[in-house]
Structure formats: structure tokens, C-alpha cells
């Protein structure tokens, strides 16, 4: 059968006494409460303060600053006054904290309260429970709520928020200007802070943040400081950079260099100067007084460089090329009448460039292309003449590349044509039927348009023979023409050139190209030949004289060679068992005898056959003048060419080469004294003995020529003097006539 707890009422002065409990709790709870925010406002309103004044923020990151400082007094206010007031205070809880501070209640007061729980009030017994509450209704009059709470928490926070509070009041009393300026700066202004000092960084841009400045790896950058003296600022006795490197965190912190001593009234600002090296991007800071600049940045680069240049070239008209591009290195050609457009890739995207010619003070404009901006572009025309530009280039990072690049820009002149020829087969005399050969090369630069003839006639004015069949429009002509005295005109059947003898001939060639870039006619001329105009009489005799002088020539060559067929005959065969170890022996000195005899008749060999192809090209020369002035009879030909040129030609160029060979082959035989050197000594004066033959041959014709000669000039005297006898009486008969006609 169940029991049931008699009703049991905890007393009211132990009901009151818990109930005060309770709202001192809470009061305790929010005065904490407010003192942390106080603390927490306080702490956030002077940190503010310090970094505004250290960094000056833009307004967007001091609005982060104070987004943080509310989540700071929120987290304040949630976890020191909400979280706290609306928690559960159990009357048994806030009796135990008495008893905690009261042990004498013995758990009296605890006892009491439980038991007014009708949840807890099963298994106590009522005269007990009874007994208790009256013991802690009367010990509760004595209870001093007061001392269950822990005050140094609360005064330590009371103090702090009174310091918080209290000294943003002592700095809204002590400087208004600074507590009202704040404000505004917690308003979000721009206004910067009022300060003693002041200084700016060169390149740095303070009011619109610029904080970085792009810089060329391994170049030098000095940091311009300048601190302002006007506007009631003065000027720090010291400005401090610390940089430190962002590859590997390295740095210093370094006094700047002053330069000179600033005058108020005189100068605007102090100036410091410091230096990098710029290896890797640095970061740092300037600090000048009260000023500082914060957070500034130095970002290596690599500079700008021409990386290539070519040249998209257009020739003029005449020169009919398409256009066509060149790369170039260093250097440009323009052709005379050309223009084009010098393409330069750069390394880098381009912001600006200069093209100039420093020695002509001459810029030359130039492009940078938008969709790619690594292509700079400048005209050049061959009309600017030579020119030598220097070529500077600005990246987008703002950095100059390291020296300008140079580019030669030469102006090519078209050149006239250049003729290279000479006469051949001619001398400086010809008939008036004469034939004269011209050989050479005419080149041009480009290309030969017409090839033709001058000649002159004494004082007369100067004519023109075209070529005919010259191949115009290559840049190389060879020449094998003849300009041919006695060529008649197909109309009037009569001689293009009548020449007499005793005039003198001039002429010579001239070719000119496609050049069209004036009026001027582009020509180039070969040398000038001066001609005279003779008998067919007198041009033999020239070629007697010629001829007489080779066959004295010849003459020597054939003493010579006389010569060294004795030298031949002064060698004996070495001897095989001499000793060569007795230097003073007889047999000694006659080898070396033999081989100097030897030695001079191989270098005798080969000047004779130098000098027998002399004479031997002298003759043919002699034929084929004869033959292009169309005075040579078949048995002169015969004789000159068949009787005297042709075995010339056997005797310095097979003969003679042939006894050079046996020489050097006798030479060696000879002083090794090999058993051979008896054979090859016969086979040497054999030789010799052919040419010897040989050339006396040749010269029997050369003085059967002589003869011939000889016959000719006592013809051409008998019929001068028949010329002459028939001259005087010419000159009897019209003296006769005169006298009859004056009787």
C-alpha cells in the first residue's frame, strides 16, 4: 500500500533568501557582461586607432577592421551576457553555493530545499525534515549574500572597462582634434592623419596605393625619399629602410643616405637616397619620424630585347621583283628606289619604343601592334639615305631594355653597268679594212639592257654601232664580238666607217641597265682604245720590227740552251765505291760539282720554257693581227704559224718540260750514286740534243722569214720610188698646163 509524503512549504525566509540569491547572480552576470564589452569596445577603439594611424587603410580595408571589431563584441556580448542570463538557476544549485560558503549549515539549507521539491520530497522523514528547515530558517537571518560571490574577477574587469572608457574620454578631453579626427576616420574619410613629419617614395604612388614598381633583374634601383619641409612639416633627423628579399626571407634594416642639408624657403622636401641590387623581388618599408610607408615592393623582371628583325622590302618598277621579305641581323639593305617596313619581335609585350638615328638627331615613327604587342614596326625608304638607328624598347612592365638595339640601314646605289674587255689579235695600228676583236664580260647589278659601240674619227663627233644578238636581261654578258672597219651599209653599199690612213680611231663599248629613276642615261663604259689608221705597207713593217725583236729572243734562249747542254757535257757518272764520309776526297768535290750543274740546268729548263711560250705567243699574236687587219697571204700564215709558232709551242711546252723531268730524275740517281745514273744521264742529253735540234729549226725559218722580209721591203722601196716618180710627173704635167694656160 503507497505512502503518501505529507505537504511540506520551504520557509519564506529561506525562500526570499534563495530568491535574492538568484538576482544578484544575474546582476552579477550582466555587470561582468558590460564590463567586458566595455573592455572589448575599448581594446577594439585603440587598436583601431594604432592601425589606422600606423597603416592608414583605404576606407574597404578599415571597414574589415571594424566588421572584426563587431564579431568581436558580439562573441563579447553572447558569451559574457546572453549566454550566461538566460541560464537555469536551480534553487538547490544557488543553496549549495551558500553552503559552500557557509559549511556551519551543514547541508541544512540544501536539505530544505530538496525537500520543498515535491519531485525529491519520497524518503524523508517529516519530524526530520521539519527539525532541518527550522535550523536553516533560523541561520539564514545570519547569511550575507555578498560574500558568496567572487569580487577580484568583477574588479578586474570593472577596472580595465573603466580604463577602456575612461581613456578614450581623457583623449576625447586631451586632444579633440586627433578623438575627432578619429571619428571621422571611423567614418570612412580618405583624409590621411595629421602628422610632424611627412615623406614620399619616388615612383610610389601614396595616394592612389601604389605599392609596387616592376624593376629589370640585376639592375640598380634607388629608392628617392623625400621628406616634406612646407605646410608646417620638418624634416626627420634619420629616415630607416628595412627591406628584406621575398625569395629566402633576408633583409636589413638600414639608415638612408642624406642628401645635402634642406632649407625652409629654399627647398620644398629633405632628401634620402638608397640603393638595391635587384636580384629578386624585395619587399620594405620607410620609416621618417611619425611617418611610415608600409609594405612597398621591388618585382625583378627580365628587360625587353629584340629577339628578331626582318624587313618586308618593295623594289621600284624597273627592277620588276615582287616584294619579299629578309631577315635581318644588324644590317639593312635598301636598293636605291626601294622602300619597306622593318619588323622587330621583341621578348616581352611592348608599352612605347624609340627609333632614332644619334648621330642625324632623326626619330623615325614607329607602331606597336595591338594584338600583339611583342611586334614593334617602323618604316624605312631609301630615300633617308644611309642611317644608323639605335632602337630602345619599353615593356608594359614601365622597364627599358638594357642598351638599344642597332640596326645599319645602308643605301645600295644602283650601279651603271661595268665592262671588263680587251682587244684581241689587234694592236695600236690597223688598215682601214681591218677586223677588230673585242672580249670581256659586261655585269650589272641587276640587269644589261643594250650593249653597243662608240667610236670617233679623228675631231669628228662620236658615233654608235649597236651589237646585234645580245641577250638583255641578265646581270652577266659575255663579249666575243668584232667592230669591223670595212662593213658596208646594206643601202648605199658604201663603208659604215671610211677611214684613210693617217686618221686615228677611238672607240670603245657601253651597256646600260633597266634604271628609270631619272633622266640621266645609266650607262658604263669600257677603256678607250686609240687606234691608228695605216698602210697595209706599214703595218708589216711595224710587225717586222716586232718580229725581229722575238727572233733576237730567241737568239738567247737558244745560247742558253747551248749552255746547258754543256753543263750536260762537263758531268761524269758518279762513282759507286767513293766514300762519302772524306768531304775533301776529289771524287767528293766533283759530285758536288755535278749536282750543282745539275740544279742550274733544271732552273735554266724552266726559264727557257717561260720565255719560249713568250716568243711563241708573240708570233701568234703577229699572225693574227696580220689576219684581222686582212693583210696575211696564205704561205705567211704557213710559215708563221706551221714554221715558227706551232714547234714553239712542242719546245716550251713538252720538250723543255720533258728535259726538267730527266734532270730531276738524273739529280737524284746522281747522288745517291744509284747504278741508273749513267742511263738517265744518256737520256738527258738526248733530250737535249732534240731541243737543240728543235730550235735551230725554228730559228733557219725565223731567218727565211727575215729574208722574205727582206724582199718585201725592196719591193715597197721600188714601188715607192714609183710612187714617187709618178708623183713628180703629175706634178711636171700640171705645171706645164698652168704656164700654156697663162701664155
Same mark, same amino acid.
Given at each position: 500500500?503507497?505512502?503518501?509524503?505529507?505537504?511540506?512549504?520551504?520557509?519564506?525566509?529561506?525562500?526570499?533568501?534563495?530568491?535574492?540569491?538568484?538576482?544578484?547572480?544575474?546582476?552579477?552576470v550582466w555587470l561582468e557582461g558590460l564590463f567586458a564589452l566595455a573592455i572589448v569596445a575599448g581594446a577594439a577603439y585603440w587598436i583601431g586607432l594604432l592601425l589606422d594611424?600606423?597603416?592608414?587603410?583605404?576606407? @574597404?580595408?578599415?571597414?574589415?577592421?571594424?566588421?572584426?571589431?563587431?564579431?568581436?563584441?558580439?562573441?563579447?556580448?553572447?558569451?559574457?551576457?546572453?549566454?550566461?542570463?538566460?541560464?537555469?538557476?536551480?534553487?538547490?544549485?544557488?543553496?549549495?553555493?551558500?553552503?559552500?560558503?557557509?559549511?556551519?549549515?551543514?547541508?541544512?539549507?540544501?536539505?530544505?530545499?530538496?525537500?520543498?521539491?515535491?519531485?525529491?520530497?519520497? /524518503?524523508?522523514?517529516?519530524?526530520?525534515?521539519?527539525?532541518?528547515?527550522?535550523?536553516?530558517?533560523?541561520?539564514? /537571518?545570519?547569511?550575507?549574500?555578498?560574500?558568496?560571490?567572487?569580487?577580484?574577477?568583477?574588479?578586474?574587469?570593472?577596472?580595465?572597462?573603466?580604463?577602456?572608457?575612461?581613456?578614450?574620454?581623457?583623449?576625447?578631453?586631451?586632444?579633440?582634434?586627433?578623438?575627432?579626427?578619429?571619428?571621422?576616420?571611423?567614418?570612412?574619410?580618405?583624409?590621411?592623419?595629421?602628422?610632424?613629419?611627412?615623406?614620399?617614395?619616388?615612383?610610389?604612388?601614396?595616394?592612389?596605393?601604389?605599392?609596387?614598381?616592376?624593376?629589370?633583374?640585376?639592375?640598380?634601383?634607388?629608392?628617392?625619399?623625400?621628406?616634406?619641409?612646407?605646410?608646417?612639416?620638418?624634416?626627420?633627423?634619420?629616415?630607416?629602410?628595412?627591406?628584406?628579399?621575398?625569395?629566402?626571407?633576408?633583409?636589413?634594416?638600414?639608415?638612408?643616405?642624406?642628401?645635402?642639408?634642406?632649407?625652409?624657403?629654399?627647398?620644398?622636401?629633405?632628401?634620402?637616397?638608397?640603393?638595391?641590387?635587384?636580384?629578386?623581388?624585395?619587399?620594405?618599408?620607410?620609416?621618417?619620424?611619425?611617418?611610415?610607408?608600409?609594405?612597398?615592393?621591388?618585382?625583378?623582371?627580365?628587360?625587353?630585347?629584340?629577339?628578331?628583325?626582318?624587313?618586308?622590302i618593295n623594289y621600284p618598277e624597273y627592277l620588276d621583283r615582287l616584294p619579299r621579305r629578309i631577315a635581318l641581323s644588324k644590317r639593312a639593305e635598301l636598293p636605291e628606289?626601294?622602300?619597306?617596313?622593318?619588323?622587330?619581335?621583341?621578348?616581352?609585350?611592348?608599352?612605347?619604343?624609340?627609333?632614332?638615328?644619334?648621330?642625324?638627331?632623326?626619330? *623615325?615613327?614607329?607602331?606597336?601592334?595591338?594584338?600583339?604587342?611583342?611586334?614593334?614596326?617602323?618604316?624605312?625608304?631609301?630615300?633617308?639615305?644611309?642611317?644608323?638607328?639605335?632602337?630602345?624598347?619599353?615593356?608594359?612592365?614601365?622597364?627599358?631594355? *638594357?642598351?638599344?638595339?642597332?640596326?645599319?640601314?645602308?643605301?645600295?646605289?644602283?650601279?651603271?653597268?661595268? *665592262?671588263?674587255?680587251?682587244l684581241r689579235g689587234i694592236g695600236t695600228a690597223v688598215t682601214p679594212q681591218a677586223r677588230i676583236p673585242v672580249a670581256g664580260t659586261v655585269t650589272d647589278d641587276y640587269?644589261?639592257?643594250?650593249?653597243?659601240?662608240?667610236?670617233?674619227?679623228?675631231?669628228?663627233?662620236?658615233?654608235?654601232?649597236?651589237?646585234?644578238?645580245?641577250?638583255?636581261?641578265?646581270?652577266?654578258?659575255?663579249?666575243?664580238?668584232?667592230?669591223?672597219?670595212?662593213?658596208?651599209?646594206?643601202?648605199?653599199?658604201?663603208?659604215?666607217?671610211?677611214?684613210?690612213?693617217?686618221?686615228?680611231?677611238?672607240?670603245?663599248?657601253?651597256?646600260?641597265?633597266?634604271?628609270?629613276?631619272?633622266?640621266?642615261?645609266?650607262?658604263?663604259?669600257?677603256?678607250?682604245?686609240?687606234?691608228?689608221?695605216?698602210?697595209?705597207?706599214?703595218?708589216?713593217?711595224?710587225?717586222?720590227?716586232?718580229?725581229?725583236?722575238?727572233?733576237?729572243?730567241?737568239?738567247?734562249?737558244?745560247?742558253?740552251?747551248?749552255?746547258?747542254?754543256?753543263?750536260?757535257?762537263?758531268?761524269?757518272?758518279?762513282?759507286?765505291?767513293?766514300?762519302? @764520309?772524306?768531304?775533301?776526297?776529289?771524287?767528293?768535290?766533283? *759530285?758536288?760539282?755535278?749536282?750543282?750543274?745539275?740544279?742550274?740546268?733544271?732552273?735554266?729548263?724552266?726559264?727557257?720554257?717561260?720565255?719560249? /711560250?713568250?716568243?711563241?705567243?708573240?708570233?701568234?699574236?703577229?699572225?693574227?693581227?696580220?689576219?684581222?687587219?686582212?693583210?696575211?697571204?696564205?704561205?705567211?700564215?704557213?710559215?708563221?704559224?706551221?714554221?715558227?709558232?706551232?714547234?714553239?709551242?712542242?719546245?716550251?711546252?713538252?720538250?723543255?718540260?720533258?728535259?726538267?723531268?730527266?734532270?730531276?730524275?738524273?739529280?737524284?740517281?746522281?747522288?745517291?750514286?744509284?747504278?741508273?745514273?749513267?742511263?738517265?744521264?744518256?737520256?738527258?742529253?738526248?733530250?737535249?740534243?732534240?731541243?737543240?735540234?728543235?730550235?735551230?729549226?725554228?730559228?733557219?725559218?725565223?731567218?727565211?722569214?727575215?729574208?722574205?722580209?727582206?724582199?718585201?721591203?725592196?719591193?715597197?722601196?721600188?714601188?715607192?720610188?714609183?710612187?714617187?716618180?709618178?708623183?713628180?710627173?703629175?706634178?711636171?704635167?700640171?705645171?706645164?698646163?698652168?704656164?700654156?694656160?697663162?701664155?
Amino acid at each position: 500500500m503507497a505512502t503518501v509524503a505529507p505537504q511540506f512549504d520551504i520557509p519564506r525566509s529561506v525562500a526570499r533568501t534563495i530568491s535574492r540569491l538568484r538576482w544578484l547572480v544575474r546582476g552579477y552576470v550582466w555587470l561582468e557582461g558590460l564590463f567586458a564589452l566595455a573592455i572589448v569596445a575599448g581594446a577594439a577603439y585603440w587598436i583601431g586607432l594604432l592601425l589606422d594611424w600606423l597603416f592608414e587603410p583605404t576606407p @574597404a580595408v578599415r571597414f574589415l577592421l571594424w566588421l572584426g571589431a563587431g564579431a568581436a563584441t558580439a562573441w563579447a556580448l553572447y558569451r559574457y551576457i546572453f549566454r550566461r542570463t538566460f541560464a537555469k538557476l536551480p534553487d538547490a544549485s544557488l543553496a549549495l553555493l551558500i553552503e559552500r560558503q557557509y559549511p556551519s549549515l551543514r547541508e541544512g539549507l540544501v536539505t530544505t530545499v530538496q525537500a520543498g521539491d515535491g519531485r525529491r520530497r519520497e /524518503g524523508y522523514h517529516p519530524q526530520l525534515i521539519a527539525q532541518t528547515s527550522r535550523t536553516a530558517e533560523e541561520a539564514v /537571518g545570519s547569511i550575507r549574500l555578498g560574500q558568496v560571490f567572487n569580487r577580484r574577477p568583477l574588479a578586474v574587469k570593472g577596472l580595465l572597462a573603466l580604463v577602456a572608457v575612461g581613456s578614450i574620454a581623457l583623449f576625447a578631453w586631451q586632444a579633440p582634434e586627433a578623438y575627432s579626427f578619429w571619428g571621422e576616420r571611423m567614418a570612412f574619410s580618405r583624409d590621411l592623419w595629421p602628422r610632424e613629419n611627412h615623406i614620399s617614395v619616388a615612383g610610389f604612388d601614396r595616394e592612389q596605393r601604389v605599392r609596387e614598381v616592376r624593376v629589370a633583374r640585376d639592375s640598380t634601383f634607388e629608392v628617392l625619399v623625400a621628406a616634406s619641409i612646407d605646410d608646417g612639416f620638418v624634416a626627420p633627423e634619420e629616415v630607416e629602410i628595412r627591406w628584406r628579399r621575398a625569395s629566402d626571407g633576408l633583409g636589413s634594416r638600414d639608415p638612408m643616405l642624406k642628401v645635402g642639408e634642406a632649407v625652409a624657403g629654399r627647398d620644398t622636401a629633405q632628401q634620402f637616397r638608397y640603393e638595391f641590387k635587384v636580384t629578386s623581388d624585395i619587399e620594405f618599408d620607410v620609416i621618417g619620424g611619425d611617418d611610415r610607408i608600409r609594405n612597398l615592393r621591388l618585382v625583378a623582371v627580365e628587360r625587353p630585347a629584340v629577339s628578331s628583325a626582318a624587313l618586308e622590302i618593295n623594289y621600284p618598277e624597273y627592277l620588276d621583283r615582287l616584294p619579299r621579305r629578309i631577315a635581318l641581323s644588324k644590317r639593312a639593305e635598301l636598293p636605291e628606289g626601294s622602300w619597306g617596313v622593318c619588323n622587330v619581335e621583341a621578348t616581352k609585350p611592348l608599352a612605347s619604343a624609340r627609333v632614332y638615328d644619334p648621330s642625324l638627331q632623326q626619330e *623615325l615613327p614607329w607602331t606597336i601592334d595591338p594584338a600583339d604587342p611583342t611586334q614593334l614596326s617602323f618604316p624605312l625608304t631609301a630615300n633617308q639615305g644611309d642611317l644608323k638607328l639605335a632602337i630602345s624598347l619599353v615593356d608594359t612592365d614601365g622597364v627599358e631594355s *638594357l642598351s638599344p638595339y642597332g640596326l645599319a640601314v645602308s643605301v645600295v646605289p644602283d650601279e651603271p653597268p661595268e *665592262l671588263s674587255v680587251q682587244l684581241r689579235g689587234i694592236g695600236t695600228a690597223v688598215t682601214p679594212q681591218a677586223r677588230i676583236p673585242v672580249a670581256g664580260t659586261v655585269t650589272d647589278d641587276y640587269a644589261v639592257r643594250d650593249v653597243w659601240f662608240e667610236y670617233q674619227v679623228d675631231a669628228a663627233a662620236p658615233e654608235r654601232r649597236p651589237l646585234e644578238g645580245i641577250a638583255a636581261g641578265f646581270p652577266r654578258l659575255k663579249i666575243t664580238e668584232s667592230f669591223d672597219l670595212a662593213e658596208d651599209d646594206p643601202d648605199s653599199e658604201q663603208p659604215l666607217v671610211a677611214l684613210k690612213p693617217g686618221q686615228r680611231l677611238a672607240f670603245r663599248l657601253q651597256a646600260d641597265d633597266y634604271y628609270d629613276l631619272d633622266d640621266k642615261l645609266h650607262a658604263g663604259v669600257s677603256q678607250r682604245f686609240l687606234l691608228d689608221v695605216v698602210t697595209p705597207s706599214q703595218l708589216r713593217a711595224l710587225l717586222e720590227k716586232r718580229e725581229l725583236g722575238l727572233r733576237q729572243r730567241f737568239e738567247a734562249i737558244t745560247e742558253k740552251m747551248t749552255g746547258v747542254r754543256d753543263l750536260l757535257e762537263r758531268i761524269e757518272p758518279p762513282v759507286a765505291d767513293a766514300s762519302p @764520309a772524306d768531304e775533301e776526297s776529289e771524287s767528293a768535290r766533283q *759530285l758536288r760539282r755535278d749536282l750543282s750543274r745539275i740544279s742550274g740546268a733544271g732552273q735554266n729548263a724552266t726559264q727557257m720554257a717561260f720565255e719560249t /711560250g713568250g716568243v711563241a705567243q708573240g708570233f701568234e699574236e703577229i699572225l693574227a693581227e696580220l689576219i684581222n687587219n686582212r693583210v696575211d697571204t696564205d704561205e705567211l700564215r704557213n710559215r708563221l704559224e706551221d714554221g715558227i709558232a706551232a714547234p714553239l709551242r712542242v719546245i716550251a711546252d713538252d720538250q723543255l718540260p720533258e728535259l726538267q723531268r730527266l734532270l730531276a730524275e738524273h739529280l737524284q740517281a746522281h747522288q745517291a750514286r744509284a747504278e741508273g745514273a749513267v742511263d738517265t744521264l744518256a737520256a738527258t742529253k738526248i733530250q737535249a740534243d732534240a731541243i737543240m735540234e728543235a730550235m735551230q729549226a725554228v730559228l733557219d725559218r725565223m731567218l727565211e722569214l727575215e729574208s722574205y722580209n727582206e724582199l718585201i721591203d725592196l719591193l715597197r722601196g721600188i714601188v715607192s720610188e714609183q710612187q714617187q716618180i709618178n708623183d713628180a710627173t703629175k706634178q711636171q704635167q700640171r705645171d706645164k698646163l698652168r704656164r700654156l694656160l697663162e701664155e
